[in-house]
């Protein structure tokens, strides 16, 4: 059994960089497959990116998901930020049984 708890996030102007963190715990083998989704106000949930398939049409170029199993981390790091990034983000394991608690990121323009 996995827990997944976040870390990160925040506020910046466009055009602005920031990384939220995912910390995984429960995992004896760091095998656990993790993706990155959000949501903004109104909207549906969106898939952002994971290690495979790749990254959402809207991220692509600009969003880098990865993890470092000798820290229990995956993270995803966001450039170049735009105002319609501003969501709060989630990981979650890949058949999205397990979720992080969310973490909010605000783009200002």
């Known amino acids: 059994q996995v827990q997944l708890v976040q870390a990160g996030g925040g506020s910046v102007q466009t055009g602005g960089s920031l990384r939220v963190n995912c910390l995984f715990s429960g995992d004896t083998a760091g095998r656990t497959c993790i993706e990155w989704f959000r949501q903004a106000p109104g909207k549906e949930r969106e898939w952002v990116g994971g290690?495979?398939?790749g990254y959402a049409d809207s991220v692509n170029g600009r969003f880098i998901v990865a993890r470092d199993n000798t820290k229990n981390m995956a993270y995803v790091r966001m450039n170049r930020l735009k105002p319609e990034d501003t969501a709060v983000y989630y990981c979650?394991?890949?058949?999205?049984?397990?979720w992080g608690q969310g973490t909010q990121v605000t783009v200002s323009s």
């Open positions: 290690v495979s398939p």
């Open positions: 979650a394991t890949c058949d999205r049984t397990v």
